[in-house]
């Protein structure tokens, strides 16, 4: 699991120990600051679509967790508590008036 301290930490430790090898290598405090924000948005990219493969997965299993005929049971249920399914009301039936 992804904690968003520990990753924006993470980043930030990863960003500094970036910026200093760059700027020993090419001695440019520019080229170290330019490189470093494009270091900054890939990584922030990747965290978003990490993001987005865990909220996937999660849905994902949430789907295979649940019945197949969930919906039937819950309009059995539905109709034992007086509570017309959201199914029903579609339909050409006359009320009871």
């Given at each position: 699991?992804m ?18 090898s760059i ?11 330019w ?13 978003f ?16 967790r ?9 309009d ?7 509570v ?7 339909t ?6």
């Open positions: 699991m904690y968003a301290p520990r990753v924006f930490a993470s980043m930030l430790g990863a960003l500094i120990v970036f910026a200093v700027y020993l290598l090419t001695g440019s405090v520019g080229t170290t600051v490189q470093t924000v494009v270091a900054a948005v890939l990584l922030q990219i990747g965290y679509i990490g993001v987005l493969v865990l909220v996937a997965r999660a849905a994902r299993q949430k789907r295979q649940m019945p197949a005929d969930d919906t039937a049971s819950s059995r249920n539905a109709s034992r508590s007086g017309v399914p959201v199914s029903r009301m579609n050409r039936e006359r009320p009871n008036l």
